[in-house]
């Protein structure tokens, strides 16, 4: 089983940037896949961005992709988001997770390990 956190969420202006961190314990050598999720205020979670925990690959939602980067640190056990050019409606509670097994990057149910989140609110 492996253990998730989050943290770097806060409140930033329109056009502004912010840093995500995800830190991993427990059994790291079953991860194979690691993601974002957010929840905006009343709405469903939905995919952000996720890597593949050995080789790299990454890949995002159309709305993050080319503002938005996803990283791990394998040494650190870390998961970033980098998170620029934000608007408004990028406005969420956003949760890392982390999958055991292998499955559509997309679906929360591939994903077993989940934080408590972290909240960043864009103002316009």
């Known amino acids: 089983q492996v253990q998730v956190l989050e943290s770097g969420g806060d409140s930033v202006q329109a056009g502004g940037s912010l840093r995500l961190s995800c830190a991993a314990s427990g059994n790291m050598d079953s991860i194979k896949i690691m993601g974002w999720f957010r929840q905006p205020p009343g709405k469903g979670r939905e995919w952000v961005a996720s890597?593949?925990?050995?080789?790299?690959?990454?890949y995002y939602a159309d709305s993050t992709e080319g503002r938005f980067t996803i990283s791990l640190d394998n040494a650190k056990n870390t998961l970033y988001l980098q998170m620029n050019s934000l608007k408004p409606e990028d406005t969420a509670m956003y949760f890392c997770?982390?999958?055991?097994?292998?499955?559509?990057?997309?679906?929360?149910?591939?994903?077993?390990?989940w934080g408590q989140g972290t909240q960043v609110t864009v103002s316009s």
């Open positions: 890597i593949f925990a050995t080789r790299g690959n990454t």
């Open positions: 997770a982390a999958a055991a097994a292998w499955g559509s990057i997309r679906l929360t149910m591939t994903y077993d390990s």
